[in-house]
Each structure stands twice: as C-alpha cells, then as structure tokens.
C-alpha cells in the first residue's frame, strides 16, 4: 500500500513524537485526542521539539515548519481518520480505553485503513482488537 495519510490516536509524550517524526518524513499526519485542550498540550510539545531536529538533525526551519503544516489535530475521531491510510494507536494502556477506542475506530475508519498499535503489551492490544472487530 501507499501510505499518505497517517492518524496518530493519542497525543501524549510518545504519540506526539511519532505524529512529529512522521510528519517530518513528508506524511500527511492526523492527530487525534479525546478534547481540545489535549490536543493544545500536544501542539506545544510539537512545537518543543522543533528546536531539537534542527539542533540535533540540522534540520532547517523550513523543514522543521513544513513537518507542523503537514500536520491536523482532531478531537472527532471519524474526521481525524476520514481519510487515513495508516491508523498509529498511541493511547494510555488501559484495557477499557483500548477497547472502546478500537470499537469506535473499526466503525468509522474507512476499510483501506490499517490499524498498527504503539502498546508495549502488543499480545492485549491485538486481542483486544479482534474482540472489538468480531463485534461491528
């Protein structure tokens, strides 16, 4: 597949970072939270880590501001993945949050998506998943 756009779900130290790195790398990102003001948090930690790819990359400002403009924020997860290829899931490692979070992915996002997990415990996400999956 030809990935273009790519969601982050979760905008916390970890999902920012990989949103960021993706969007630096030329992809269309979409970041997605549970509220605004979650997202403001995440935006200015973005923003933090502009100074450190020029720094420690030598990245230009064009660069590192080009990788922000590649980027959207969403508090609505069917706008946030209405046109995702590539679904990165960066949430807290809750079992419930998890699960009522792929059940609503897996109702809204369109059937091109693949879904890929960030979880540290890969052996839950993927179980929690395929739950969520048999029951739409």
């Known amino acids: 597949m030809n990935y273009k756009n790519i969601t982050v779900a979760g905008s916390g130290v970890l999902g920012s970072q990989i949103a960021y790195q993706t969007a630096f790398k030329e992809f269309n990102v979409t970041v997605y939270d549970i509220n605004d003001q979650a997202l403001e948090v995440a935006k200015k930690r973005i923003m933090d880590l502009k100074p450190r790819y020029q720094k420690d990359l030598g990245a230009t400002e064009e660069e590192v501001n ?71």
């Open 66 to 136: 080009s990788a922000f403009d590649r980027m959207s924020f969403y508090s609505d997860l069917s706008q946030a993945v209405a046109e995702a290829d590539l679904v990165i899931e960066a949430i807290p490692e809750v079992v419930q949050i998890k699960t009522d979070f792929y059940m609503e992915l897996g109702k809204v996002a369109p059937e091109k998506t693949v879904f890929a997990t960030n979880s540290s415990y890969y052996q839950v996400n993927l179980r929690i998943l395929l739950d969520a999956l048999k029951n739409l």
